[in-house]
């Protein structure tokens, strides 16, 4: 079931849930999740295929008799915006909506908010890449740096040479720690940082940034920008010639960002991950047709950060079925050390940190063809 309640109980001014409203929400026979999605913004794009995602994950769950005998039912709400209101938002789920879980695919800095709302009152799934923190009451899936950028960087520093590296980021939590690693693996490889920069969320003149880069002489390009303002980037750096001698290595980068930077603009352009659509899978082959059969062949593009939220779905009825409870406490006691299977095929959890096949991929017009298993 789907309920897209992106702005209910907005004119409501709710006081703090009693142990007694606690109590009713796990009496239900319906399993309430609240899945934070970004509409709104520069991660807005991946808005709908994220919500295709989660749909379809409730859909297959459902058909098999939901979770510990209860159906799922999604509610929508948007993590765009001021956090505050978003924090807002996230209160009034737990209290008005009596969601049971909160799943979000949205930026660290709405996590970082978020996980105070949650704290020990309901479980929390995050499930796009982050930057690899450990908070209790947080279920993160994605990846890391340690899993996501060392490799990479390694390959590009023996394979291409590359020895002088240039950072970018947007100005939060993620890019400002992913950088702190980075800046570790880049040295391990040999090589060094001749520029770093911060851009606020939203900026979408790079007149100024890519002079910088010109004037620097990077041999590679970081890329921590997210959603429409690494397409702006990513635009301008092509058009501005600096691709054709300038290689790029991109972190929350999928194919809904590609199709926005478009064919012309992708030379050079590298991107480390734990999915592609491409991949040649039978997990992913069975996810892409279910995803396609269910939306159409005209359905938004299937990336990582989209197909995330149907892998934390299919991750919290793995952990469920582990831990033979819904339960706060059981459920991330399972979820510390497990392994489930999704569109990536399987992950391993260790410690609270997800583990999985990682693939180093070559933008290839509109498509990424990926070259190596990290």
Known sequence: MFRNLSSSAADFDLSPVDAHFMKR????????IGNFLTFTGSPGIWGPTSTNSAMLAVAEINK????????LELS??????PIDEVV????????????DLIMGSHISAVRVALRKVT???????????????????????GETPRWQSRPAIHWLADVKKAARWYLIGSDYVWPWQSHRAVKRYIKEAGGQVVGEEFVPVGEDNHESHLARIHAAKPDVVLISLIGTDSITFNRAFAEAGLATSTLRLA?????????GI?????ENL??????????VSRANDEFLGAYYSMFGANAPPVGSVGQSNYEGLRFLESVANRAGSLAFRPLLKAARNTVYTAGRGPVTLRDGRAEMPMYLAEADGLDFRIIKTL
Not at 25 to 32: D, E, M, S, T
Not at 88 to 99: G, P
Not at 120 to 135: D, F, K, L, M
Not at 270 to 279: L, Q, T
């Open 251 to 259: 972190g929350a980068m999928d194919e809904t960002v590609l199709l």
């Open 262 to 266: 478009g064919a012309d603009n992708t």
């Open 119 to 141: 704290g020990n009152r309901i479980p929390y799934i995050y499930t796009p890449v982050y930057e690899g923190e450990r908070t209790p009451g947080v279920m993160a899936i």
């Open 270 to 279: 590298f991107c480390a991950s734990g999915y592609f659509n491409g991949m």
């Open 88 to 99: 807002q938002r996230a209160e009034q789920a737990i209290a008005f909506d009596e969601v």
């Open 76 to 81: 929508i709400y948007d993590s765009g915006g």
């Open 25 to 32: 929400r796990g009496a239900r026979n319906k399993l309430r």
């Open 64 to 71: 098999r008799g939901g979770i510990l005998g209860r159906e």
